[in-house]
């Protein structure tokens, strides 16, 4: 089995760690990292730099929050670039902008790296429970080479293409998602203010084309006013920026949207 690296041991990334290692890959972390204790406590390696981590590694996974922070565990002094092995397979699973993504395949491809953009949707619950949807950019070859370690971690697992690829649709799924979410919190809201019994009112609208996986769970979280984090509001943020910033990259200036009147009651986007 390959020895993989995972740099990233947050709220998603422990347990996903946690599921490697209990399928029996050699499994090493980060010393900085405040999880670093428990994960060693499951049979983790622990090491001092990004750098050495990739040195005695053939997989190479990150899970961290944006953009930035992956540039820099990346490119920063001793990161990943200066100790990665020709041949190693690098696996971003972090949700970053997909321009960046692209940036990070042609440094490690210089040095003779494939890697795979590999975000994930699930949340919490899908972590811990190895059920996460993981949408994945990159070659077809090395999506093979990984598709074994994301079997561990995941359950619907998608190639969609290339470089990129996968961030571009970790971005679409964020917009769905983050929309959703803000819509019920609304929605639930407008029926409390209006005296209306909520409870009945989420039962009501599952019954019908409001029904999601989203209005279920956080629709039953804001019943039981149970806010425990399992994403933060924050990434949601970052996610929609990244949505709009790979929209205006992909399109350049905003689209027109015309109101196409009553007859079809919808609006669309020209072109």
Do not use: W
């Not at 949700?95 to 210089?110: C, G, H, K, N, W």
């Not at 019920?184 to 029926?191: F, G, P, R, S, V």
């Amino acid at each position: 089995m390959e020895k993989i690296g995972f740099i990233g041991l947050g709220i998603m990334g422990k347990p996903m760690a946690g599921h490697l290692l209990k399928a029996g890959y050699s499994v090493s972390i980060l010393s900085s990292s405040a999880s670093a204790a428990m994960i060693k406590g499951q049979g983790a390696t622990v090491v001092d730099s990004a750098a050495a981590l990739a040195a005695q590694c053939d997989v190479v996974i990150t899970m961290l929050p944006d953009s930035p922070e992956v540039q820099a565990v990346m490119m920063g002094d001793k990161g990943i670039l200066s100790g990665i092995k020709k041949g190693s397979l690098y696996i971003d699973m972090s949700s970053i902008d997909p321009a960046v993504s692209r940036e990070i395949f042609s440094a490690l491809a210089s040095k003779g790296v494939d890697a795979l953009d590999a975000p994930v949707s699930g949340g919490q619950a899908g972590a811990e429970g190895a059920t996460l949807s993981i949408m994945v950019g990159g070659t077809p070859t090395a999506f093979a080479r990984a598709l074994p370690i994301f079997e561990k971690m995941g359950k619907n697992i998608v190639h969609i293409g290339e470089a990129g690829a996968g961030q571009v649709t970790k971005a679409c799924n964020q917009v769905v998602v983050g929309m959703t979410i803000q819509a019920i919190a609304e929605a639930l809201t407008l029926a409390k203010k209006s005296g209306v019994d909520v409870a009945k009112v989420r039962a009501a609208l599952l019954g019908g084309f409001a029904q999601s996986k989203i209005l279920d769970l956080h629709g039953q979280r804001i019943l039981d006013r149970n806010f425990k984090p399992g994403f933060k509001i924050k990434l949601h943020r970052k996610d929609m920026n990244i949505a709009l910033q790979t929209g205006k990259k992909t399109f350049g200036a905003p689209s027109r949207i015309r109101d196409s009147g009553l007859a079809d009651g919808c609006h669309y986007c020209e072109r």
